[in-house]
């Protein structure tokens, strides 16, 4: 089969041929349809401080169809449309026990979606309804990082909201906060491009970042905001949310910063406000959106922006590094 392989070092992303996996006796085999490209996968291929390592198979937004079932696995067939959770849990550990496979330091990786053929448990297969599609099912790791942060903030009805940021996770933490009571819901980011897609997926407003955007934020919310969800990941944006919170309003980190980002307590403090950095999602999330995907105020594949194969994934990286009119890209097997 062809595979992306990460050399380490900063060193760029190639397709090799590798062999095509045979399934253990718990495991399944899927012949991959689709793999999204996230920031992440990015970031952590560029050979600073958070890198994928040497030699790595990448891929964790994906789904296909399952091709080899493992002696042991019931309940799934040829066939079946699956979403992967890529993130493999031993069951034991306290990310575990907190249900964040993400956390989980032993259970492993099923991190191979750039990749004609992917292995994994079948126990970390998501079946899709009928009514979704393999780019549906693509959809349904971002979609899980942002419930798992819209959840743990404890959202209440009514809450007034900003989110951070024009990217995935940002338009999904809009998504979700929408679907989970928010009252009313800005967003803000440096550039006006995505607001089409800001509106779409559920926010009453947008807003540049600016010299007057605290007035702005507060009085489109109608005053200044319960929750913060920074989903920008960008040095600055930890200050800014405390700019904006309301006394003991949350902050919602889940931007993945990678670098130093100082906040100044005495600023926080004098707000009372709580700050939470997240990563992950829960199995049941993923179980969550496989069930409500297709139920929502808006279709989540409007994020999709552009699709390649797999063998110009190298080039579809050198050009998203670039400034670029891209959302979410799709690469098809």
């Known amino acids: 089969m062809k ?7 900063g060193k760029p992303v190639f397709i090799a041929d590798m062999p095509d996996p045979q399934p253990g006796p718990e495991d ?6 689709r793999c999204g490209v996230c920031g992440t996968d990015l970031s952590m291929t560029k050979g600073e401080m958070w890198d994928y390592g040497a030699d790595s198979q990448i891929g964790h937004e994906y789904a296909g169809e399952v091709c080899a079932i493992g002696k042991n696995v019931e309940g799934f067939k040829i066939g079946d449309k699956v979403a992967a959770v890529p993130s493999l849990s031993c069951g034991r550990c306290a990310a575990c026990r907190h249900g964040n496979p993400v956390l989980c330091r032993n259970g492993g990786s099923a991190m191979a979606g750039f990749a004609e053929f992917a292995k994994l448990p079948a126990s970390a297969a998501i079946k899709l309804p009928g009514t979704l599609s393999l780019a549906d099912g693509a959809l349904i790791e971002p979609l ?3 419930l798992y942060g819209v959840r743990q903030s404890a959202i209440q009805p ?23 009571g928010a009252g009313r819901i800005v967003a803000m980011s440096r550039s006006a491009r995505r607001r089409e897609l800001i509106m779409r997926m559920g926010a009453d407003a947008f807003i ?9 934020v507060a009085e489109a919310l109608g005053g200044a905001p319960d929750i913060v969800y920074e989903c920008a990941g960008a040095e600055g944006m930890l200050a800014k949310a405390v700019m904006h919170a309301a006394l003991f309003g949350k902050i919602i980190s889940l931007g993945f910063c990678t670098h130093a980002d100082p906040v100044m307590p005495a600023i926080a403090s004098y707000k009372c406000v709580s700050l939470q950095f997240l990563v992950g999602y829960t199995q049941r999330d993923f179980l969550y959106i496989a069930d409500q995907m297709d139920k929502g105020h808006a279709d989540p594949k409007t994020i999709i922006t552009g ?9 579809v990286f050198e050009r998203l590094r670039a400034p670029n009119d891209e959302t979410k890209m799709h690469i098809r097997m």
Not at 28 to 33: E, F, L, M, Y
Not at 158 to 176: E, F, K, P, Q, S
Not at 211 to 216: D, L, P, W
């Open 3 to 9: 595979a992306a392989i990460y050399p380490g070092h």
């Open 28 to 33: 399944v085999v899927i012949k991959v349809a």
């Open 208 to 216: 540049t970042y600016g010299g007057n955007e605290v007035a702005e």
């Open 307 to 315: 699709e390649a194969a797999l063998a110009d994934l190298p080039g």
């Open 158 to 180: 009514g809450d007034r909201v900003l989110v951070l940021g024009g990217g995935t996770v940002a338009l999904y933490a809009i998504y979700w906060a929408r679907r989970l």
């Open 144 to 146: 899980a990082v942002s």
